[in-house]
């Protein structure tokens, strides 16, 4: 690399930083559970500091890609921020809503802005407790109250698993005929519950909360968000794609083609999009041309569900049409400005919990990461994403 792009990299992640390297950088501030297959190659470094959060996996042993974005500067930093920490991580665990009257991101009587808007520090600083730990899974759990912007009190107990998978697993899973021995692979299932504890039922019209897990991921100059989608009339099953959250995405970085919408993972632009329950199938992913690495998020969507929380910030007049899976990519939020990142985010959504009391609600997500060739990877992408990696590539063109 010439000594002119080493001096613009960002400080924040360690540009091409294998797993070892980030998990003995953050073994300096967090204690880490770690995770391997039979086969020692698949890896998984999770933080119980961090809410039992996936911080970074590896297919390829500890000398393997590091797929987490790491937050270095921060973690160097020592500092704790007012609004978020963002720590990074390739699966945190939330709770929406975000905006709205039922928003449990701003205080009652607080106006919209980025001024007032501060993430539950249960989500962003409180350590969650372990609860189990074996070789290849940990179980953490939390109690807490949590306050919405109507002024209802959700008194809930948290319980999040995380396990690994073997590759025999990965195969089942993803429903293939087979997985090529050429494939490099990790992948990882968490199983998060979220139980009323309270004496009051949870309803709507007092605000509910659903589980939201976000994973933020290293992106390259040719990663590419891939994400089918319910064909059919938008009189029926409404737009396919809602791209208003950051402003209109450009043309030139959000796609809907016949089987699936593209979107850029690059992190050079502040975008977010999100696919309602109609629309949403039970899969989305990315693939980085640059790198070969294919990366799938999977999650349980139940059927004929269509109360999901709506995060826009503003008082909602359907606080309960929000999206299931959402993608984020990073990038400055104003020109000159520094970006948060920069990295690129894929997101998923449990339905609104209407709990009666001692009631939970339960959250799957499985997230993959395949790396290998082109000619390897193909079948895969097809049958998952039913398009070609040829399609991925040429979607913008």
């Excluded at 590896?58 to 393997?64: C, F, L, R």
């Excluded at 990074?88 to 039922?102: A, D, K, T, V």
């Excluded at 959504?349 to 082109?374: F, M, N, R």
Aim: hydrophobic fraction near 35%; proline fraction near 4%.
């Amino acid at each position: 690399m010439e000594p002119v792009k080493e001096a613009q990299q960002s400080t924040k992640a360690l540009e091409g930083a294998t797993y070892n390297d980030d998990v003995n950088f953050m073994k300096n501030y967090i204690e880490l559970i770690e995770l391997s297959d039979a086969s020692n190659q698949s890896k998984v470094a999770v933080s119980a500091a961090l809410q039992g959060r996936v911080m970074t996996s590896s297919a390829d042993g500890k000398s393997g890609r590091s797929y987490g974005w790491i937050n270095r500067e921060l973690f160097e930093s020592e500092e704790i921020q007012e609004h978020i920490n963002v720590y990074g991580g390739e699966e945190r665990f939330w709770l929406g809503p975000e905006g709205g009257q039922y928003s449990i991101f701003f205080e009652k009587g607080s106006e919209f802005t980025l001024d007032d808007w501060y993430t539950p520090k249960l989500i962003d600083l409180e350590p969650f407790e372990v609860k189990n730990v074996s070789a290849t899974s940990a179980t953490f759990t939390k109690k807490a109250s949590l306050k919405n912007y109507s002024g209802f009190q959700f008194d809930m107990e948290i319980e999040r698993e995380v396990a690994i998978l073997s590759k025999d697993d990965i195969q089942k899973e993803l429903g293939l005929q087979s997985l090529s021995e050429n494939l490099k692979t990790v992948a990882y299932q968490t199983t998060n519950t979220l139980i009323n504890i309270g004496k009051k039922d949870w309803k709507k019209d007092s605000g509910l909360l659903s589980i939201w897990l976000l994973g933020m991921f290293n992106h390259s100059p040719n990663t590419t968000i891939v994400i089918p989608y319910v064909q059919g009339d938008d009189a029926a099953l409404g737009k396919v794609v809602n791209d208003t959250y950051f402003g209109k995405v450009p043309a030139d970085r959000l796609v809907v083609k016949e089987n699936a919408i593209f979107f850029k993972g690059d992190g050079e632009y502040r975008s977010k999009i999100g696919l309602t329950p109609m629309r949403a199938k039970d899969i989305a992913g990315s693939y980085d041309s640059a790198n070969g690495i294919l990366t799938i998020v999977k999650y349980n969507k139940p059927k004929n569900v269509t109360d999901y929380v709506n995060s826009m910030w503003e008082i909602q007049e359907e606080p309960f049409s929000g999206d299931v899976i959402n993608a984020y990519n990073d990038g400055a939020p104003e020109p000159g400005a520094k970006p948060l990142g920069p990295f690129y985010e894929l997101e998923t959504s449990s339905p609104a919990l209407a709990l009666k009391a001692e009631e939970s609600g339960t959250h799957i997500q499985t997230t993959y990461h395949i790396e290998g060739d082109e000619t390897t990877l193909n079948p895969l992408v097809k049958e998952l994403f039913g398009v070609s990696i040829n399609d991925i590539k040429t979607a913008f063109n």
